[in-house]
């Protein structure tokens, strides 16, 4: 047993990819605890596949993806409100037509960059054992960053979140705390998008929160609990990727599954 | 005398030719009402007689389109009006708990970057304790009672020190027992000096326990004592059928 833990420690990928998985499995549930009680999960599955022309746009010019997908997360973030305010459609249709646009650009600028060796498969299903020392390195100040944010706006998104009316009374101004929210998402998807891939990160925001969801009571023990969970899902999706040759996005989202459905198996969450 | 019992909410309310319009129609006419500070007022009439659309336009949820609403004398400062929400405009699914609520209240004092320290913490233990809810304070919000909701509710709306609460559609899903500890809290507020303005569709026992009545059907049919406002006149104009304060319509 200690072998099997210890053994792939030799090699420095492995350390790296150890690191991103501890960082993913923290970072993208104690979101996924919002993204879960505030029904974010349609915009988080879209900031994900938006970032892709990001993405593809660092690769085109030589810059870390994950870096570039940066700005493209929060442009993203901030044009769905934007769109669904001007055109007078509703948030879910805004996001769709963002999320489906961004994605076929991506794909697009993807199929055009003949000239560099890109596995689109990677981009899709994550890559957590080829992740650059450059990419832990985003990977831990947005850490840092999103952590900040959400302490520093912790009271006034548990307030947002709960009491969406009353805390505009009092003068908030909760599109600010809205867009904070969705911007913070934007970041967590970047950490998440280079050990889940664009599709699979959806998973380690809404599974870990949504299992701490039916464990425990309150929304700080959710988050925490999430996190805990979700650290034990990457982490363990990593080992059974270096030790079974699996990959190792798919093989996190169904540790945490399994987690999920062994919880959901005996506890069911009561409201209101 | 300690910080959520103290009497220093002198506030007077007053709105003045209020006309609000939404979506095309005219929701309010004409509204025109003062409320003195210490005043507990009910405001009633039928479903859709314009309470919210009030309520949102004098929280600032909502533009007054004609007219002003002004109060007199209060600091206006944020949070000086705090508004009890009606049970579905809260997402029930967010797990907080009594006392996470009741901080709420502490959010516009402490500003983006201050924590709530020791003395909000205090604050809050006797906002709690006032509306007897102390002993619940770890208890998830799910797990409470309508009335007891109202009540935490009520208490972060003293964790703020606001002058002026609006209570909208407060007594629905409360039982008679819950509606009565509620308006006896409500009554120490008033008491105090504050103003607490209280929508109702359900005119019951508890109407005649407020001090005032504003009667609504998009326009002020009535405004004044209990006593004097419902007279079967204006209950007829509110409700379009003859009315007995004493039974149903």
Redesign the interface.
């Known amino acids: 047993m200690i072998d099997f833990l210890l053994a792939p420690l030799e090699y420095s990928f492995m350390l790296r990819a150890l690191v991103g998985a501890v960082l993913v499995g923290v970072m993208c549930p104690l979101l996924g605890a919002y993204v879960v009680t505030r029904n974010l999960a349609f915009i988080g599955d879209a900031l994900a596949h938006a970032v892709l022309p990001g993405m593809a746009l660092g690769f085109m010019v030589g810059i870390n993806p994950a870096i570039a997908a940066v700005p493209t997360g929060i442009t993203v973030a901030m044009l769905v409100r934007a769109v669904s305010r001007r055109a007078g459609l509703s948030a879910d249709t805004a996001i769709g037509i963002l999320f489906a646009a961004m994605f076929a650009l991506g794909l697009m600028m993807l199929s055009m960059a003949t000239n560099i060796n890109i596995d689109v498969e990677d981009l899709l299903m994550g890559q957590i054992l080829a992740i650059s020392p450059t990419g832990i390195y985003v990977s831990l100040a947005i850490t840092g960053l999103v952590i900040l944010g959400l302490f520093v706006f912790h009271h006034w998104l548990l307030f947002t979140s709960f009491d969406p009316v009353g805390s505009q009374v009092i003068g908030m101004r909760t599109s600010v705390v809205d867009y904070a929210l969705l911007v913070l998402l934007a970041l967590v998807i970047v950490i998440g998008i280079q050990a889940a891939g664009v599709i699979l990160v959806m998973a380690m925001l809404v599974i870990p929160a949504a299992t701490a969801y039916l464990l425990v009571g309150r929304f700080i023990s959710i988050m925490l609990t999430a996190a805990g969970l979700g650290t034990v899902a990457s982490v363990a999706g990593l080992y059974l990727s270096f030790h079974f040759n699996l990959p190792a996005g798919p093989a996190m989202t169904l540790v945490a599954t399994g987690l999920f459905v062994v919880v959901a198996s005996f506890r069911r969450r009561v409201f209101a | 005398m300690n910080a959520a019992t103290d009497s220093h909410h002198h506030a007077s309310m007053s709105l003045q030719d209020v006309t609000v319009e939404l979506d095309g129609y005219i929701a309010l006419t004409n509204v025109t009402f003062n409320v003195g500070a210490g005043t507990l007022m009910g405001v009633v009439g039928p479903n859709g007689a314009g309470k919210s659309t009030l309520f949102n336009t004098i929280?600032?949820?909502l533009p007054v389109g004609q007219g002003s609403v002004t109060l007199n004398r209060v600091d206006l400062r944020?949070?000086a009006?705090?508004?009890?929400?009606q049970r579905d405009?809260?997402?029930?699914?967010?797990?907080?708990?009594v006392m996470?609520?009741v901080?709420?209240g502490?959010?516009?004092r402490?500003g983006?970057?201050r924590?709530?320290g020791r003395k909000d913490r205090e604050l809050v233990r006797e906002c709690l304790c006032r509306v007897g809810l102390w002993d619940y304070r770890s208890s998830?919000?799910?797990e409470l009672s309508g009335g007891q909701r109202q009540r935490v509710?009520v208490a972060?709306a003293l964790a703020?020190e606001a002058s002026v609460l609006?209570l909208d559609e407060a007594f629905s899903g409360v039982d008679a027992g819950a509606q009565e500890v509620l308006v006896e809290v409500l009554q120490a507020l008033r008491d105090e000096g504050r103003i607490v303005l209280l929508a109702t569709h359900d005119l019951n026992n508890l109407s005649r326990r407020f001090d005032q009545v504003l009667c609504l059907n998009r326009h002020v049919c009535a405004c004044g004592a209990p006593s004097q406002v419902f007279t079967p006149e204006v209950m007829e104009e509110l409700y379009g059928v003859q009315f007995s304060m004493d039974g149903e319509g």
């Open positions: 929280a600032g949820l944020r949070g009006l705090a508004y009890v929400p405009s809260v997402n029930w699914r967010f797990p907080v708990n996470d609520v901080l709420m502490r959010c516009c402490l983006w970057l924590r709530p998830l919000m799910t509710f972060r703020q609006l």
